[in-house]
């Protein structure tokens, strides 16, 4: 298994009694929330973080891109790669990823991942995504567009990738009459993709094609949900005519180790319950414009699932649905081990950093992670698949 | 007596109510799509011959996945009035349909006898935001849609079936496609409102807040000869909230525009 250290960049210094008069940290929280004096340190702090994870041996280091919100500062997350693109010099750099679908000009994407994979001589990771369903509301983008706008800027993107130019490109959304990418990419034919997504039915088999053969990376999903998912790629994949490799499987999600499991579980506590019950927070409103899921789909989650969008999520629960991985390095050794034999995945996306948790224990984290738990997965590839 | 009919626009079913006599009037249903209609149809069926359709991705009509904005939708609705073969009426819209029928009767004034614009959509008013509907939860857009506490508490207190639910899900997409961006207008419209030489209503709630009553004066300043009626106590659904001086105002209106 290959191992990643993924980074929001949240914002820590959060004053979590913002509950008492928001809805939400993101989209409708002011901005005044935020101190550029803490900002200044944090931005600096996370970057060494993601430094330290490369020293200590993780396979890559991971960005993504949020908007208008507390829960993750990078807005344009090529700027923290780029940051990193000199100083990261063993591990990938990814971003997980640019929301295609919020951009009017897509190929600015194409132009900045191309950039990074040139300088880093192709460690990079080009990961498209949707963006979540608040940023359509805090770019003014029309979701109901959403996926049409994502495919039809995810194949500019690979022809001006792979394509002698200049080339014409005409869309719905987007049209040119001039795309010549300079610099091509350093990858050939291109750098890797990975899709990271909650994982709908059709995500997954558009992922799974075999022109693709993208990398899906799971985000959020209890374990249960996750193995389900995972098995979907496998059988789409069958059915396309192939056997999907534990390299086209990947999962996203917060760990934290310490010398013991009650160290860790009391570390962790009040920083992973932040994470999930005040940064991530928001209304079914804010998750799920019109139109960003079928009718159908938003209403089975309506009938279904009203009361746990917004569920109060303790430590002990999401550590029970394997949302989480806490304890002493034994435990998420055994935790990790069933993990990765159910979901039959190649890559693990460790998010080591969560809510307000502050540096010493990022730090340390990091550390006993990699030096307790990482080596015990080298060197196995999994054929894996869900019991 | 009001019978259900469907019609082919286009490869895209239309669910229409048709019923009442006197001149045909085609009334356009808002973002909540038919449902608020319902109460006061048939007394709008004493005096006209009301068509009120389900518009395309509304109700019980189909996707029409090809109309990508009111543009699509406008010259739709022409082609269903030829459909129907009706040459003239009177049209009356509400919110979403508000901002429909003004774009129909910009294209073909000569078609309309006469317009009625309800708290329409349509126009933005700098400085005074509309409210965001798509931001509110089905309790808070029933406080700011409705100013009587009491019929507050009715619409609260209402089970809705799975049925009731898809249909709503259904409304919001589509209002969502035709008006998530620009927010409920067309920058445009503004410039072409002079070309609405017939009689022409303005009929707003004081207490809407999802167009406030600013947008009531916007429009009229840009349509000067317009009538303009403005209800106290009464928020985004006049024909709810103030049914009686709305339909009197709304019989009188287009009495005397066939005269």
């Known amino acids: 298994m290959k191992f990643y250290s993924f980074h929001l960049m949240p914002y820590g210094a959060l004053d979590l009694d913002y509950v008492e008069k928001h809805v939400s940290a993101s989209l409708v929280l002011p901005n005044t929330y935020y101190d550029p004096q803490i900002g200044h340190q944090l931005y600096n702090r996370y970057l060494d973080e993601l430094e330290l994870a490369d020293e200590l041996g993780f396979d890559g280091v991971c960005v993504n891109e949020h908007h208008q919100s507390a829960y993750g500062l990078m807005p344009t997350p090529a700027v923290m790669a780029g940051a990193l693109s000199r100083s990261v010099k063993r591990g990938k750099i990814c971003i997980l990823g640019r929301a295609l679908p919020l951009l009017s000009n897509p190929l600015s994407v194409a132009e900045e991942y191309a950039m990074l994979d040139n300088i880093t001589g192709g460690r990079f990771i080009a990961g498209f995504v949707r963006g979540i369903g608040v940023e359509y509301h805090a770019t003014g983008v029309n979701p109901t567009y959403s996926l049409e706008r994502f495919h039809e800027a995810h194949d500019l993107i690979i022809r001006a990738w792979t394509e002698e130019g200049p080339f014409p490109f005409e869309g719905k959304h987007y049209s040119y009459n001039y795309v010549n990418l300079w610099p091509r990419p350093f990858q050939q034919p291109h750098p890797d993709v990975w899709i990271p997504s909650g994982g709908s039915l059709e995500t997954i088999r558009w992922a799974s094609d075999p022109k693709r053969k993208y990398v899906y990376l799971n985000v959020y999903s209890n374990v249960d949900v996750a193995c389900g998912l995972m098995d979907t790629y496998r059988n789409c994949a069958e059915a396309y005519g192939y056997t999907a490799s534990s390299e086209q499987l990947g999962m996203a999600l917060p760990i934290y180790v310490a010398e013991t499991d009650a160290i860790a579980r009391r570390e962790a506590k009040p920083h992973i319950e932040a994470f999930f019950n005040k940064f991530l927070r928001m209304t079914n409103e804010m998750l799920l414009p019109p139109g960003y899921t079928s009718v159908s789909s938003l209403k089975t989650l309506l009938i279904t699932s009203r009361e746990t969008l917004m569920a109060n999520h303790s430590l002990e629960a999401v550590d029970k649905l394997g949302m989480f991985l806490v304890g002493s390095p034994e435990t998420v050794r055994e935790r990790l081990a069933e993990f990765e034999q159910r979901l039959g995945i190649g890559h693990l996306c460790a998010i080591m950093q969560f809510g307000s948790l502050p540096h010493a224990q990022t730090k340390r984290n990091l550390e006993l992670f990699a030096e307790e738990v990482m080596p015990h997965f080298r060197a196995k590839v999994t054929a894996g698949s869900c019991a | ?259």
């Open chain 2, 1 to 259: 007596m009001v019978t259900e009919h469907r019609i082919d626009i286009r490869g895209c079913q239309v669910a229409y109510q048709r019923g009442g006599k006197g001149e045909p009037l085609l009334l356009l249903h808002g973002m909540d799509g038919r449902a608020s209609w319902d109460s006061v149809l048939s007394r709008l069926t004493e005096h006209h011959d009301v068509i009120l359709p389900d518009h395309p991705g509304f109700g019980a009509s189909g996707s029409g996945e090809w109309i990508d904005d009111m543009a699509d939708l406008a010259l739709f609705y022409l082609d269903f009035l030829d459909a129907l073969q009706i040459e003239q009426c009177h049209l009356a819209g509400h919110c979403l349909g508000g901002w429909l029928a003004a774009e129909v009767s910009v294209m073909q004034p000569q078609r309309f006898k006469s317009l009625s614009l309800c708290a329409a959509a349509g126009i933005r008013v700098d400085g005074c935001p509309m409210g965001d509907a798509f931001l509110w939860n089905p309790d808070d857009t029933i406080g700011q849609l409705i100013v009587d506490p009491q019929a507050r508490e009715t619409m609260r207190a209402k089970q809705s079936s799975e049925r009731d639910i898809e249909l709503m899900l259904k409304a919001r997409q589509m209002s969502a496609r035709l008006a998530w961006h620009p927010r409920f207008h067309n920058p445009h419209l503004r410039k072409w409102l002079h070309r609405l030489t017939m009689p022409t209503m303005i009929q707003w709630g004081e207490s809407d807040r999802l167009f406030p009553v600013a947008y009531a004066h916007g429009y009229h300043a840009m349509i000067p000869h317009a009538q303009l009626h403005l209800y106290r106590d009464c928020g985004h659904f006049p024909m709810l909230e103030a049914t009686d001086r709305y339909l009197e105002h709304l019989n009188a209106f287009t009495a005397k525009a066939s005269a």
